[in-house]
């Protein structure tokens, strides 16, 4: 078994160090910081569900700089690790506006119309 084929508490932070590419980071704070949107991300989700606020421009920007310090296959595996599955129609949708993925994809996920209504209009 490979050590990151499946992503726990434990060895999260490790296969984050080994697919963080920013050349631009020069401490261990800074990595962390890119640690926590993580965190940052799935609050805003949260929030969105609870009371229906929903900051799309803070998502989308959040997700951009995942993407782009973590690559595409990583960050997606960390985002199923990390963002609990009831937020994934938010996500999906947001991933479906910046083109990261298709809308055939994980078809088991359904599109949240309202957010893609706001996304259009953006």
Known sequence: M???EKLTDENFTMFAMQCYDNPQCTSMEEFMEDLRRFR???RLLRRYYKNGELRERL???HLIVIFNIFGF??????LEFKIDLEYWPVL???LIYMDYVKEDWR??????MEVAQ???EL
Do not use: A, G, H, Q
């Open 118 to 120: 706001v996304l259009r």
């Open 73 to 78: 296959d990583n960050s997606i595996k960390m």
């Open 92 to 94: 999906k949708t947001c």
């Open 59 to 61: 998502i989308l920007n």
């Open 40 to 42: 940052y991300l799935k």
């Open 2 to 4: 490979k050590l990151f």
């Open 107 to 112: 078809t088991e996920i359904p599109v949240d």
